[in-house]
């Protein structure tokens, strides 16, 4: 069993970044990819961002257009989203989710952080 415990939003203004974190608990992190998806109001959820088990690897969402950037620490159980230039557009609950993929298939997630809470003002 893997939780997920999301960090690191808040209100911020256009233009500033933020830092969310993810730690999980659990001592197989190593073996999951990690991702980050965003719901706003209304909307449906997206992806955002991902990251393969080494960290050698990562992909994002075309509306990000480099300024947003995954990464993980292993060592600390921990995925990392940074976004820069944030948009009042980039508002929503980001959460992130974790595949194993020798067992799970792609699109598919074992499991799921409860999300933080990031808003943009114009």
């Known amino acids: 069993q893997v939780q997920l415990v999301e960090s690191g939003g808040g209100l911020v203004q256009a233009g500033a970044s933020l830092r969310l974190s993810c730690a999980a608990s659990?001592?197989?992190?190593?073996?999951?990819?990690l991702n980050w998806f965003r719901q706003a109001p209304g909307k449906e959820r997206e992806f955002v961002a991902g990251?393969?088990?080494?960290?050698?690897?990562?992909n994002y969402a075309e509306f990000m257009k480099g300024r947003f950037t995954i990464s993980r620490d292993n060592a600390k159980s921990t995925v990392y989203l940074q976004m820069n230039s944030l948009k009042p557009e980039d508002t929503a609950v980001y959460y992130c989710?974790?595949?194993?993929?020798?067992?799970?298939?792609?699109?598919?997630?074992?499991?799921w952080g409860q999300g933080t809470q990031v808003t943009v003002s114009s």
């Open positions: 989710a974790a595949r194993r993929p020798l067992f799970t298939p792609p699109g598919k997630y074992d499991y």
């Open positions: 659990g001592r197989t992190f190593s073996s999951y990819t």
């Open positions: 990251i393969n088990q080494s960290g050698s690897s990562t």
